[in-house]
């Protein structure tokens, strides 16, 4: 592992956030349509692509621009289509699958902390911080010992992990 290049080792963890990556592709608005969308939808897959030189090519023969632009700033990075196309990923097909798509529920929790931590003073900042990292430890602690969750359904993304490499294993 210590000869690994950064990109290496991004082909190894890192995902894109499939809503993120929906939203862009809507952003294009109605320069996108029909088939030339459906080919940019179906790169984010982690089931083998019937022909994925194909799908590129339809992207590329959109003619526009944008989806040119688009398409060149997936192909010409190191790490976004293996990010995108779990075959072209170094991660094992049943953690990709098991594995949350978005990253949704982590920029909640960010999202939860800043709100509460707005117009603090730097200490009072790193006290509040610091109270509710011992709050979603005990949380998880109870959670992992008892059985007993935060709220009426166990909805973290660990949670569905295991459950789903159980449910596959």
Not at 59 to 75: D, F, S, T, Y
Not at 104 to 132: P, S
Request: proline content about 4%; aromatic content about 8%.
């Amino acid at each position: 592992m210590q000869e690994l290049g950064p990109y290496d080792y991004l082909h190894r963890f890192f995902r894109l956030c499939i809503v993120h990556f929906q939203r862009n592709i809507k952003a294009l608005g109605d320069s996108v349509k029909g088939k030339v969308q459906a080919a940019m939808y179906s790169l984010a897959s982690a089931e083998h692509h019937p022909d994925i030189q194909q799908t590129l090519d339809i992207i590329r023969q959109g003619g526009r621009k944008q989806k040119l632009a688009w398409l060149m700033e997936k192909e010409n990075s190191k790490f976004a289509l293996p990010a995108l196309y779990q075959p072209l990923s170094l991660i094992p097909p049943y953690i990709w699958k098991a594995s949350p798509s978005t990253t949704n529920g982590n920029e909640q929790a960010h999202h939860n902390v800043n709100c509460d931590g707005m117009g603090l003073t730097l200490l009072a900042g790193i006290m509040h911080g610091y109270q509710y990292n011992l709050c979603t430890m005990s949380s998880m602690d109870l959670h992992q010992m008892y059985g007993i969750g935060h709220q009426d359904a166990a909805s973290m993304h660990v949670h569905r992990a295991k459950h789903a490499v159980s449910r596959k294993g």
